[in-house]
């Protein structure tokens, strides 16, 4: 599995978009680039994933470089409820196991 | 949407005895099935790969013979902490992933608190 680097911790102000950066220059070309996170005491909760575009769902936005060696995460109206541990993935080529890195732990403040 | 589920959520147990914790795919088949472990304000770290009908596949470091694992069905997984010492307390989680598609999320239980006295 590819390795990935995210800033250790990040704040963000309730109701600001929370931008939550994630390198992989190793990324192979069939990996995907997952998120999620963890709010304290549970397991992970998945947020979004994707493997070349841009991807949005109900909880966040997936923005993917055209080279693949990084993307961020877009929570568009951070809440106090989104403060957890974000983590971001590349899963192996068959889809198996997760290697978690050390995430980034979102505070978002009042 | 697909769930994972463990049992229990937490659970205290004397130095020396055994627990078993359990994981279930509640709406999907697993064959394959991987087990965490997270201690205080650290990340996951995967301890072991668990297949269905077969042996289950340990990270390096991780002792196979304290940690037993047992896939008998598409939708049950068991981690058993044999002889447990204070030192196995941690945060156990485990996850599975819908049989055969590279492209869907792995699903996480919400994990087993141990605490050993």
């Known amino acids: 599995d590819a390795k990935t680097t995210q800033p250790p911790s990040m704040d963000c102000a309730e109701g600001r978009a929370a931008n939550l950066p994630c390198n992989h220059s190793?990324?192979?070309?069939?990996?995907?680039v997952y998120w999620y996170r963890q709010i304290h005491s549970q397991g992970p909760q998945y947020i979004i994933h994707?493997?070349?575009n841009n991807e949005t769902n109900e909880m966040a936005s997936l923005i993917i470089t055209e080279d693949r060696k990084s993307s961020t995460l877009i929570l568009p109206h951070a809440t106090l409820r989104d403060t957890a541990v974000y983590y971001c993935i590349v899963r192996d080529t068959l889809g198996s196991k997760s290697t978690f890195g050390d995430g980034t732990t979102l505070t978002v403040k009042p | 949407g697909a769930v994972v589920s463990q049992h229990p959520s937490w659970v205290i147990c004397k130095s020396g005895t055994s627990v078993k914790i359990e994981c279930r795919s509640l709406?999907?088949?697993?064959?394959?099935m991987f087990w965490y472990r997270q201690f205080p304000k650290q990340s996951l770290m995967l301890m072991a790969t668990s297949n269905e009908g077969s042996k289950a596949t340990y990270e390096q470091g991780v002792e196979k013979d304290k940690f037993l694992i047992n896939h008998a069905s598409l939708t049950l997984s068991t981690l058993t902490v044999t002889s447990a010492h204070p030192e196995d307390s941690s945060f156990y989680i485990c996850?599975?992933?819908?049989?055969?598609?590279?492209?869907?999320?792995?699903?996480f239980g919400q994990g087993t608190r141990l605490t050993v006295v």
């Open positions: 709406d999907f088949q697993a064959t394959t």
């Open positions: 190793t990324i192979s070309g069939n990996e995907y």
């Open positions: 996850s599975a992933n819908e049989g055969g598609r590279i492209d869907t999320e792995a699903f």
């Open positions: 994707g493997l070349k």
